[in-house]
T-cell receptor, first 115, second 110 residues
Framework: DAGVIQSPRHEVTEMGQEVTLRCKPISGHDYLFWYRQTMMRGLELLIY????????DSGMPEDRFSAKMPNASFSTLKIQPSEPRDSAVYFC?????????????FGEGSRLTVL | GESVGLHLPTLSVQEGDNSIINCAYSNSASDYFIWYKQESGKGPQFIIDIRSNMDKRQGQRVTVLLNKTVKHLSLQIAATQPGDSAVYFC?????????FGAGTILRVKS
C-alpha cells in the first residue's frame, strides 16, 4: 500500500502567485481531509470530503482557499492569490471511516513557503 | 514584528525508562481520542485510540489512560527507545471532527 501521496513536497513561491497542492488518498478510503500545520496554530482542519463531496469547510481561512475532489483518487487544495502568512505544511489525510470511528492516515505533507 | 509561536512542552527521558505524556482536552462531549506521533519531516502517524466508554487501553509498549472527570488523557510508553523521539499529539473527536492538541516533544537520551 503506497499510503497517502502528496505533491509537491516543497513549494516556494512569491506572494500573489497561485499555488496548487495535490493529494491521492489511499484506495478505498471514503474520507479525505486537508490539514494545515504551523508553529503558531498547530494542526488545523481546513476541509473534509466524504465520497468526493465537501462536508465541512468551516476551517478554510478565507476565499483565497479552495479545495476540490473531482474523483475518489484525487484532491486539490488551491490558494489564489498566495500570501506570506499562508506559509505552512499542508497535510492530506484519508480514512475508510469517519474521524469519530477510526484513525486518519496522513501523507508526508507539502511544505509551502510564500515569499 | 515579533512572532509568537506555540511553545511545545518537552519531555526528556533516558533510554529504557518509561515515558508519560499528558494531554488536557477541551470538550466533555468528545467521545473518541487518538494519540499520534510525528517524526521530523513526516506526517502524523497513529499510535493508539480509546473511546470515551473506556478508561484504559493497551497496545504494544503503549498504554492510553482516559480520565473524563478532569478531561485528561495520557500516553505511557514503556522502555522508551531512541526511535520514540518525536512530537506526540492527542486528538479528540468533537463535532464530528478530529481536533488536535498542541503537541509534546519527546527527547530520548542514549
Amino acid at each position: 500500500d503506497a499510503g497517502v501521496i502528496q505533491s509537491p513536497r516543497h513549494e516556494v513561491t512569491e506572494m500573489g502567485q497561485e499555488v496548487t497542492l495535490r493529494c491521492k488518498p489511499i484506495s478505498g478510503h471514503d474520507y479525505l481531509f486537508w490539514y494545515r500545520q504551523t508553529m503558531m496554530r498547530g494542526l488545523e482542519l481546513l476541509i473534509y470530503f466524504n465520497n468526493n463531496v465537501p462536508i465541512d469547510d468551516s476551517g478554510m481561512p478565507e476565499d483565497r482557499f479552495s479545495a476540490k475532489m473531482p474523483n475518489a483518487s484525487f484532491s486539490t487544495l488551491k490558494i489564489q492569490p498566495s500570501e506570506p502568512r499562508d506559509s505552512a505544511v499542508y497535510f492530506c489525510a484519508s480514512s475508510p471511516t469517519h474521524s469519530s470511528t477510526g484513525e486518519l492516515f496522513f501523507g508526508e505533507g507539502s511544505r509551502l513557503t510564500v515569499l | 514584528g515579533e512572532s509568537v509561536g506555540l511553545h511545545l512542552p518537552t519531555l526528556s527521558v533516558q533510554e529504557g525508562d518509561n515515558s508519560i505524556i499528558n494531554c488536557a482536552y477541551s470538550n466533555s462531549a468528545s467521545d473518541y481520542f487518538i494519540w499520534y506521533k510525528q517524526e521530523s519531516g513526516k506526517g502524523p502517524q497513529f499510535i493508539i485510540d480509546i473511546r470515551s466508554n473506556m478508561d484504559k487501553r493497551q497496545g504494544q509498549r503503549v498504554t492510553v489512560l482516559l480520565n473524563k472527570t478532569v478531561k485528561h488523557l495520557s500516553l505511557q510508553i514503556a522502555a522508551t527507545q531512541p526511535g520514540d523521539s518525536a512530537v506526540y499529539f492527542c486528538a479528540e473527536n468533537y463535532g464530528n471532527k478530529l481536533v488536535f492538541g498542541a503537541g509534546t516533544i519527546l527527547r530520548v537520551k542514549s
